[in-house]
């Protein structure tokens, strides 16, 4: 029984890390006003990209490295139509998650049957030997690691650090932070772009790391729950760290359940159907909460922005 | 010195509300052309396969229609929540949900000529308003985000689709395909032309958008949901009910796509299987914005969209590129209008520079 919570722990880990990178970025996005609905489509083209650099190159990292590249790549459409052409936040998303999603089936068919070596898990020394949860939370691929770090950082940084109060202002007020000659529009377009490279590091982290293999409807969905997620954190990177894990659990717990071979009167599509189901209840469960909505989102979310 | 500058304009420009996609049609063209190239294909032939032969002959028009029809109903379900500042995305589960329930239709009294019919029309616009109704009532009651609820909802109704293909519903003579039997006659949108798949559904199309046109544009209704969207707090002063525009949209939308997935499966496939839709919910979304949520655009943007979709297939066929080139092409085009919608609102302007 110890074995199987342990195996169920370590699995929602590796479930919830893609989905937890991308949340991350978006919520980084969404905290300079900028609303980008595109996250699908970020994860998609990451995911192809880390996945045609990694069998090319025989390199995951270098995988990685073109992954966050096509995310940023990305992200910078998104930059240029909202921040340049001020375009609709809402509409320019939707582009950006058709084209991506399109984009990455299109051109990642020839990839479509090539698998790539297993990256080996990397355990962390005398953490990894702890009873029972050692195995489950320290012997991991590196990379989940560097997404625990990277939540740390951003944390820190948004909330202790100058330059998250800069990022925070430009989110709540642009009018007023242009008035003290912050550069609202440079904060803006950084933002975006580490929201394109997290949402394509997830992308990566599915097609090098987690499969590993690439096809096309892969990310399936991920992009959009993380964007639910960042909403159900109420825009705090711990929450969100959390909501990831919690939906970790729920995905993997299905498959534990569908593959256990246990006697059970459940459709298997029902089962791949709880995670969308309960990103509804999720929402619904947050949102019923308006004022805790209203004070925590940042104020400028998806209106533009210009200068005068 | 003298340089471009972007000047407010005191109106929307009603010219660059209608050159603006025309010129993003355009721009999506020319940068096919540069694609193919890109892949070391002729261009010239490319072009004559994407764009060219899906309008070449008669049979390939009929053809045409065929796929706009699902496109236009969507579309235009979804520009009446989009005017009202709903954003229902989930088309493509309101498709899905209307070809289910028009399926239980067919199965179950699937032999009654005319009856049949009518029933299924009616339960494939209720399927699609029933799945609509959930983000509708998720947003009024609670303020649940509809995009990502009605979003939620598709990867659902794929779900609830593929289960019943696989199970209860599946031909037991189908040599295990996931797929319904095949409809009685009975069951059958009537085509139009002998010969053609080309159906009363594309008809029906036609007067659907009118009605949405009249809607939209000449009602108490159309005018204080387009205030929703435009003016919320205005309507709100005007005592336009929020809940009923919040309603009104996704449930339009709904039944629209619906409708849309009974003409499907009642049309050129015949059956319920889990392939049935190629994306056209979420290629709606920007027939919508192409054609500028207005009925005629939207019957233009639906024969663009369908030639996209046709050019795609054809392209596999005879150039070996994957059909999901017809997505590039979809993107692409909703970019470029995003950007050149610019100029709706802005012009361009060669001032002086002035020194500071």
Redesign the interface.
């Given at each position: 029984m110890t074995e199987l919570i342990a195996s169920i722990l370590f699995a929602t880990i590796v479930a919830a890390t893609p989905i937890a990178l991308a949340g991350l970025g978006e919520l980084v996005t969404e905290k300079s006003g900028m609303l980008n609905l595109g996250a699908e489509g970020l994860m998609a083209v990451g995911a192809l990209a880390a996945f045609i650099g990694a069998y090319s190159f025989g390199s995951p990292w270098l995988g990685l490295v073109f992954g966050i590249a096509a995310g940023v790549a990305l992200s910078l459409v998104f930059a240029l139509l909202t921040l340049g052409l001020l375009a609709n936040h809402v509409a320019t998303g939707l582009a950006l998650a058709i084209f991506g999603t399109g984009f990455a089936a299109f051109a990642g068919k020839p990839y479509e049957s090539q698998v790539l070596t297993p990256v080996a898990a990397w355990a962390i020394p005398f953490l990894s030997e702890i009873p029972f949860v050692g195995k489950a939370l320290f012997s991991h691929q590196p990379i989940v690691y560097l997404s625990w770090l990277l939540f740390g950082v951003v944390a820190w940084l948004l909330a202790r650090s100058r330059l998250g109060l800069i990022l925070r202002a430009v989110g709540e007020s642009p009018q007023n932070a242009h008035a003290i000659g912050l550069p609202v529009r440079l904060v803006r377009l950084l933002a975006i772009v580490f929201g394109g490279g997290m949402a394509g590091l997830g992308g990566a982290y599915l097609s090098v790391f987690y499969t590993p293999f690439w096809t096309e409807h892969m990310v399936a969905g991920r992009g959009w729950i993380a964007l639910a997620l960042v909403v159900f954190a109420t825009w705090r990177p711990l929450r969100l760290f959390f909501g990831a894990h919690l939906f970790g659990g729920i995905l993997v717990i299905q498959l534990f359940v569908q593959s256990s071979g246990l006697q059970i009167e459940i459709p298997s599509q029902l089962l791949t159907a709880m995670p969308y189901l309960v990103t509804i209840v999720v929402l619904v469960f947050i949102s019923g909460n308006a004022k805790l909505i209203r004070l925590n989102s940042p104020a400028s979310l998806g209106l533009p922005f210009r200068p005068d | 010195m003298r340089r471009l500058t972007l000047e407010p304009r005191p109106v929307a420009s009603p010219v660059w509300g209608w050159a603006s996609p025309v010129l993003a049609v355009v721009l999506t063209c020319l940068t096919g052309l540069l694609i193919f190239a890109l892949l070391g294909k002729d261009p010239i032939e490319g072009f004559h396969v994407f764009f060219i032969r899906p309008v070449s002959s008669f049979w390939a028009v009929m053809e045409l229609l065929l796929k706009a029809t699902p496109l236009a109903l969507c579309a235009i379900g979804l520009a009446v929540g989009f005017r009202a500042g709903i954003?229902n995305?989930g088309a493509e589960g309101q498709f899905i949900l209307g070809a289910i329930f028009a399926t239980a239709v067919a199965l179950h009294f699937g032999d009654w000529p005319v009856i049949s019919l009518l029933a299924m029309m009616i339960a494939g616009a209720l399927g699609g308003m029933t799945w609509a109704a959930?983000p509708a009532f998720?947003r009024s009651r609670?303020?649940?985000?509809e995009?990502?609820?009605s979003?939620?909802?598709v990867?659902?109704a794929q779900?609830?689709v593929?289960?019943l293909v696989?199970?209860p519903w599946k031909d037991p003579m189908g040599f295990n395909f996931p797929q319904t039997v095949m409809f009685s006659d009975a069951s059958l949108i009537p085509t139009l032309i002998e010969g053609q798949r080309l159906n009363l559904a594309f008809l029906m199309m036609l007067g659907s958008l009118v009605i949405a046109h009249v809607l939209m544009n000449h009602s108490r209704l159309g005018f204080s949901m387009r205030t929703s969207g435009q003016a919320p707090l205005a309507a709100l002063y005007a005592g336009f009910s929020n809940r009923q525009s919040i309603y009104m949209g996704l449930l339009a939308g709904g039944a629209c796509a619906g409708f849309a997935g009974m003409a499907e499966v009642a049309g050129p496939m015949g059956q319920l299987t889990d392939k049935l839709s190629l994306g056209y919910g979420?290629a709606a979304?920007?027939v919508a914005?192409v054609g500028r949520l207005h009925a005629l655009g939207i019957l233009l943007a639906s024969l663009v969209m369908a030639l996209f979709y046709v050019g795609g297939e054809q392209a596999q066929q005879y150039l070996n590129?994957?059909s999901?080139?017809?997505?590039?092409f979809?993107?692409?085009l909703?970019?470029f209008l995003?950007?050149t919608?610019?100029l709706v609102?802005?012009r361009l302007v060669l001032r002086p520079s002035v020194r500071s």
């Amino acid at each position: 029984m110890t074995e199987l919570i342990a195996s169920i722990l370590f699995a929602t880990i590796v479930a919830a890390t893609p989905i937890a990178l991308a949340g991350l970025g978006e919520l980084v996005t969404e905290k300079s006003g900028m609303l980008n609905l595109g996250a699908e489509g970020l994860m998609a083209v990451g995911a192809l990209a880390a996945f045609i650099g990694a069998y090319s190159f025989g390199s995951p990292w270098l995988g990685l490295v073109f992954g966050i590249a096509a995310g940023v790549a990305l992200s910078l459409v998104f930059a240029l139509l909202t921040l340049g052409l001020l375009a609709n936040h809402v509409a320019t998303g939707l582009a950006l998650a058709i084209f991506g999603t399109g984009f990455a089936a299109f051109a990642g068919k020839p990839y479509e049957s090539q698998v790539l070596t297993p990256v080996a898990a990397w355990a962390i020394p005398f953490l990894s030997e702890i009873p029972f949860v050692g195995k489950a939370l320290f012997s991991h691929q590196p990379i989940v690691y560097l997404s625990w770090l990277l939540f740390g950082v951003v944390a820190w940084l948004l909330a202790r650090s100058r330059l998250g109060l800069i990022l925070r202002a430009v989110g709540e007020s642009p009018q007023n932070a242009h008035a003290i000659g912050l550069p609202v529009r440079l904060v803006r377009l950084l933002a975006i772009v580490f929201g394109g490279g997290m949402a394509g590091l997830g992308g990566a982290y599915l097609s090098v790391f987690y499969t590993p293999f690439w096809t096309e409807h892969m990310v399936a969905g991920r992009g959009w729950i993380a964007l639910a997620l960042v909403v159900f954190a109420t825009w705090r990177p711990l929450r969100l760290f959390f909501g990831a894990h919690l939906f970790g659990g729920i995905l993997v717990i299905q498959l534990f359940v569908q593959s256990s071979g246990l006697q059970i009167e459940i459709p298997s599509q029902l089962l791949t159907a709880m995670p969308y189901l309960v990103t509804i209840v999720v929402l619904v469960f947050i949102s019923g909460n308006a004022k805790l909505i209203r004070l925590n989102s940042p104020a400028s979310l998806g209106l533009p922005f210009r200068p005068d | 010195m003298r340089r471009l500058t972007l000047e407010p304009r005191p109106v929307a420009s009603p010219v660059w509300g209608w050159a603006s996609p025309v010129l993003a049609v355009v721009l999506t063209c020319l940068t096919g052309l540069l694609i193919f190239a890109l892949l070391g294909k002729d261009p010239i032939e490319g072009f004559h396969v994407f764009f060219i032969r899906p309008v070449s002959s008669f049979w390939a028009v009929m053809e045409l229609l065929l796929k706009a029809t699902p496109l236009a109903l969507c579309a235009i379900g979804l520009a009446v929540g989009f005017r009202a500042g709903i954003w229902n995305i989930g088309a493509e589960g309101q498709f899905i949900l209307g070809a289910i329930f028009a399926t239980a239709v067919a199965l179950h009294f699937g032999d009654w000529p005319v009856i049949s019919l009518l029933a299924m029309m009616i339960a494939g616009a209720l399927g699609g308003m029933t799945w609509a109704a959930i983000p509708a009532f998720l947003r009024s009651r609670f303020n649940a985000n509809e995009i990502l609820v009605s979003l939620m909802l598709v990867y659902v109704a794929q779900l609830l689709v593929s289960w019943l293909v696989f199970g209860p519903w599946k031909d037991p003579m189908g040599f295990n395909f996931p797929q319904t039997v095949m409809f009685s006659d009975a069951s059958l949108i009537p085509t139009l032309i002998e010969g053609q798949r080309l159906n009363l559904a594309f008809l029906m199309m036609l007067g659907s958008l009118v009605i949405a046109h009249v809607l939209m544009n000449h009602s108490r209704l159309g005018f204080s949901m387009r205030t929703s969207g435009q003016a919320p707090l205005a309507a709100l002063y005007a005592g336009f009910s929020n809940r009923q525009s919040i309603y009104m949209g996704l449930l339009a939308g709904g039944a629209c796509a619906g409708f849309a997935g009974m003409a499907e499966v009642a049309g050129p496939m015949g059956q319920l299987t889990d392939k049935l839709s190629l994306g056209y919910g979420f290629a709606a979304i920007i027939v919508a914005f192409v054609g500028r949520l207005h009925a005629l655009g939207i019957l233009l943007a639906s024969l663009v969209m369908a030639l996209f979709y046709v050019g795609g297939e054809q392209a596999q066929q005879y150039l070996n590129l994957p059909s999901a080139m017809s997505r590039v092409f979809q993107g692409m085009l909703l970019f470029f209008l995003l950007a050149t919608d610019l100029l709706v609102n802005y012009r361009l302007v060669l001032r002086p520079s002035v020194r500071s």
